[in-house]
Structure formats: structure tokens, C-alpha cells
């Protein structure tokens, strides 16, 4: 009997060294073994993001397509534009570090800032922490004199975000980092050497992806600015691989597909492909619609018309599209360089929070139906509930439907119910169309009744399909 007790005990110990072992290693730095980490759930519960593009560039403000590259436009391009403005704007001799110098964000209130973003809908945010201009906006220890302590605001003011996000709402705090930057003499000698060295990686960029994650705890990584080189140039599996096995966040952190010049699409959590993107149908990989309400620029601009901005009938019509396909809609907004967030930005958030509020329930958790958008009215999207099997239909366009609404894709039963979310009315009448579908009589609802503006949600029960 104590000889059993003893190689009990061995094997419980041989078991327990086996176990710890595999989960010490279970992901490999390679993108065969990282593919195969499960999505964590909450990143496709959430649905809708928010992404703040802030930075030096704020401080110009000023362009056209991409405020956000105004030094690229300005000293990498050489464009009139770019040249012009300046000359007309500052004294001579003014260069991008005099820009972040005089940086204040004076009226950054990052409790307001989270304040805007829970009434948004938001579920998760996603702040700039360094663009491809290479200044951070925490006090890096691997860029030094280049950073918001440092320089400018003389503030944490990712930290300040961080901790506002997590003490005022429930919403997923998530970074965005910039891989290369423009003008980093190590890169540019690293890119002299066709990435055969990897000092910049080493000394710059790869050190600060570890310390924001040791330090923030993010959520989730946005990464960007990673087309020139490889990813074995980037060290991207090793980090990832680090971030899944041992990081403090390695059970609920996600990352994008931007990690070297060949995993755009190919490799990560979800696919972002290009930016902007919005496919139109159903993908097999978990993707993010990453798309600007400034439709020419992630940074704010101060020169931007009114109709540079979307409308929420856009806005709300994106959404729909998106969340069908099976993505996530991340939002872009660009705060000013006083640390505002400039009031057409804060007004689409809040109004897209006011159509969540009462749609959200055909967004959040939900999951792609068997038909994306339907089969005989132009501009209606699908979406699915599994713990109730319910369908929804969001009519986008921004017209009512009253009268008759012809839907080809829904196939009634006998005990299907077809109701408005939002509306206290009841159920409505419909007639089952002989070649399939559903005719629905929408009556004229007041405006006093109506629940929302720009799209509306029909839910279904029992369908037959």
C-alpha cells in the first residue's frame, strides 16, 4: 500500500511538471501555433469600439487626407501644401520638435473622456500610445526626451486614460503602437542594412510594446506601421507568444494582423485587411472595421467642412453592415491638441449611443445569420441572437419604412412574431409572401413613438429559417 501511495504521489508530481510545462509553452513563437489561439470572447461580444488618434500631429491639425502624417507630408514628402502652411502659420525655422514643445492639452479631462465614451455604446477604447512619428504618450523609458513627460504636456496622458476608463466604466482599455517611425535614425540605418540589423527593434520599438503591457495591463494591442519589414524583423511571434504565454494579460488580450510586411490579413486575432475595411459579406476569420467619422482623417483637423464628417444615418448604416459580416466596428475620433474632443466627434458618439441603447440588443453578442442582407429590400442587414434565436432586421437609409416592408430573406412560421425594438406597440402584422419571404404592415408610428432616428431594428421569434 505505500508503494501505491509513493508512485501516486510520483505521478501526480510527473502530471503536474507535464501540465505546467504545456502551459508554459503552449504557444510557440511561430504564427502556425499563435493561429491557433481561441479568440477570447469578450473582443467578438463587444461589437463597437472607439479608437483616439492623438498626438504632435495635433497640434498642426491642419490637411487633407490623413492629418495624422503631417510630418511625413510636411519633411518626408516635401509637399507645397504642407510647406506653404507652415510658413504661413509659424515663424521660421519652426520644426516638428518645436510643435510637441509647445504641446499643452491644457483642458484634458480624461474623466470626461470616458464619461463620452461609455454614453458612446463603447466597449472598448483604443488610444494612440505612439504613432509612426515615434513620440509616446507615456513617459517611456526608451524614448527618452520624445515623450508626453518629457515634452509638452508634461503628463502620463495614457496612464490618466487608463485609470478613467477602469474606474468610470466597464469598457476594454486597448493601445494602438506604431512599429516603425519616420525619421528614428535606428530604423532609417536598420532600413539602409535591408533589416539585416535589428537595433532599432531591439533598443526602441520592442522594449516599449513589453513595458506598455508590464505597466497598462492593455486589452488589446492595435499594431500598426509594419509593411516595411518582416515580421522576423519585428521579433512579432516572439512577442506574441510572450503576450499569450506569460503576460499579464495572456488569458483576455487580442491582437490585430498588422506585425510585418506579410500578415495583414493573414495572421492574429482578427483581421483588419486595409483600413477602412467593410467587405460586404460574411468572412471566416473574426475582422474589425477600423473607419474614421472624419472621412479623410484619423487626427483631428481644424480645416475640415462639415460634410468631411459622416452622418449618422452613414454612421449607423456602417454599423449595420459591419456587425452582420461578423466584425467589430472600431470608431475613430481625433481630439485637439488642448485635449478636447472637439463637439461634432462627441455629438456622432452620443447620438450613436442613443441608437445603441435602443438596438443594441441586435449588436452586442450577437452573430452573423444565415443571410447577411436581404434578398429583396436594398438596405437591410441581418444579425442573430442564439440564446433566444432571435433574427433582427436593421433597416438602414434613413427613411421609415411605413406602409409595406417586403423582406425576402425571413421564412415565417406559424409562431413567428415580428415586433419593433424600442417600440411599445406590439407585435406587427404581416402576410407570408407565396414565393418566400415576408410582407410587414409598419403603421404610421408618431414621431412621438418612434424609438430612434437613422435605422431600425424589426426582431423576429420562430422563424421557419
Not at 506604431?178 to 533589416?195: G, H, I, Q, T
Request: with cysteine; net charge neutral.
Amino acid at each position: 500500500m505505500a508503494l501505491s501511495y509513493a508512485r501516486l504521489g510520483f505521478y501526480i508530481v510527473l502530471f503536474s511538471f507535464i501540465t505546467l510545462q504545456s502551459i508554459d509553452s503552449k504557444y510557440a513563437p511561430t504564427w502556425d501555433s499563435l493561429d491557433k489561439r481561441p479568440l477570447p470572447q469578450w473582443f467578438d461580444d463587444s461589437k463597437v469600439g472607439i479608437l483616439i488618434c492623438w498626438g504632435v500631429y495635433s497640434v498642426p491639425a491642419w490637411g487633407g487626407w490623413g492629418a495624422e502624417w503631417f510630418w511625413w507630408w510636411w519633411k518626408g514628402a516635401n509637399q507645397t501644401k504642407y510647406i506653404d502652411y507652415m510658413s504661413k502659420t509659424y515663424p521660421p525655422g519652426v520644426t516638428f520638435q518645436d510643435l510637441a514643445a509647445s504641446w499643452r492639452a491644457q483642458l484634458y479631462d480624461p474623466s470626461e473622456w470616458a464619461d463620452i465614451f461609455k454614453a458612446a455604446g463603447a466597449k472598448y477604447v483604443v488610444l494612440t500610445s505612439k504613432h509612426h512619428e515615434g513620440f509616446t504618450l507615456w513617459p517611456s523609458k526608451v524614448s527618452w526626451n520624445w515623450n508626453a513627460m518629457d515634452v509638452g504636456p508634461k503628463r502620463d496622458l495614457l496612464g490618466d486614460l487608463a485609470v478613467a476608463i477602469r474606474n468610470r466604466t466597464d469598457i476594454h482599455f486597448g493601445l494602438y503602437h506604431s512599429l516603425f517611425e519616420w525619421f528614428n535614425p535606428l530604423y532609417l540605418k536598420d532600413k539602409a542594412n535591408k533589416f539585416a540589423t535589428q537595433d532599432f527593434v531591439k533598443t526602441k520599438t520592442g522594449p516599449e510594446l513589453y513595458e506598455l503591457v508590464n505597466k497598462y495591463q492593455p486589452e488589446l494591442i492595435w499594431s500598426d506601421g509594419e509593411w516595411e519589414a518582416e515580421d522576423t524583423y519585428w521579433n512579432s511571434t516572439n512577442f506574441i507568444a510572450w503576450l499569450y504565454n506569460d503576460s499579464p494579460v495572456k488569458n483576455k488580450v487580442v491582437v490585430n494582423d498588422r506585425w510585418g510586411s506579410r500578415t495583414l490579413c493573414k495572421h492574429g486575432d482578427y483581421y483588419t485587411c486595409q483600413d477602412r475595411y467593410n467587405p460586404g459579406k460574411l468572412q471566416n476569420h473574426k475582422w474589425e472595421n477600423a473607419m474614421t467619422i472624419d472621412k479623410l482623417s484619423w487626427g483631428y483637423r481644424r480645416n475640415a467642412p462639415l460634410s468631411d464628417y459622416l452622418t449618422m444615418v452613414e454612421l449607423t448604416t456602417t454599423i449595420a453592415e459591419t456587425i452582420s459580416c461578423g466584425g467589430n466596428i472600431l470608431v475613430n475620433i481625433g481630439p485637439t491638441a488642448d485635449g478636447r474632443i472637439p463637439p461634432i466627434f462627441e455629438e456622432r458618439l452620443r447620438q450613436m449611443g442613443q441608437w445603441l441603447k435602443v438596438n443594441g440588443e441586435a449588436i452586442y453578442g450577437s452573430k452573423p445569420w444565415a443571410f447577411q442582407n436581404d434578398t429583396a429590400t436594398h438596405g437591410v442587414w441581418y444579425t442573430y441572437q442564439k440564446a433566444t434565436d432571435s433574427v433582427y432586421a436593421i433597416v438602414t437609409g434613413g427613411k421609415m419604412p411605413f406602409g409595406k416592408l417586403m423582406l425576402g430573406a425571413p421564412n415565417p412560421s406559424p409562431g413567428t412574431q415580428v415586433t419593433l425594438l424600442g417600440y411599445t406597440g406590439g407585435p406587427f402584422r404581416f402576410d407570408r409572401n407565396p414565393p418566400g419571404g415576408i410582407a410587414i404592415d409598419v403603421p404610421a408610428i408618431p414621431a412621438s413613438q418612434m424609438p430612434c432616428d437613422w435605422a431600425w431594428t424589426f426582431k423576429f421569434t420562430q422563424l421557419a429559417n
